[in-house]
């Protein structure tokens, strides 16, 4: 199981880093990612990295925002966010997918974490 955290309530324009490692035992998957999930929407996709060669993807309202980032010696991946805004605020989710090309859609990830809460005050 993937474990989440790092997530809390900070103010509009803070920074969190959230983290994501794998709970017990040996994990490996091509790529690691992020969803999120606000109160009455669809979990939507975040990030993802390419946990061989780093190459990393972001959804279009993230880019510049958000970095994704992975320890392979810690098999953890990591989400720097930064200049967090009201509409950030969802749960996030850790996944990983075996699919050898960009995953970006939920059916694509087959291992998921928990979930952490984010919460963005204005």
């Known amino acids: 199981q993937l474990q989440a955290s790092g997530g809390g309530l900070v103010q509009a324009g803070g920074s969190l880093r959230l983290s994501c490692a794998p709970s017990?035992?040996?994990?490996?998957?091509?790529?690691m990612g992020w969803f999120r999930q606000a109160p009455g929407k669809e979990r939507e996709f975040v990030t993802t990295i390419s946990m061989s060669g780093g190459g990393t993807y972001y959804t279009d309202s993230v880019k510049g925002q958000f970095t994704i980032s992975r320890d392979n010696a810690k098999n953890t991946v990591y989400l720097q966010m930064n200049s967090l805004k009201p509409e950030d605020s969802a749960v996030y989710y850790c996944?990983?997918?075996?699919?050898?090309?960009?995953?970006?859609?939920?059916?694509?990830?087959?291992?998921w974490g928990q979930g952490t809460q984010v919460t963005v005050s204005s």
């Open positions: 996944a990983a997918s075996r699919y050898t090309t960009i995953p970006r859609q939920r059916r694509e990830y087959d291992y």
């Open positions: 017990g035992g040996f994990f490996s998957r091509n790529y």
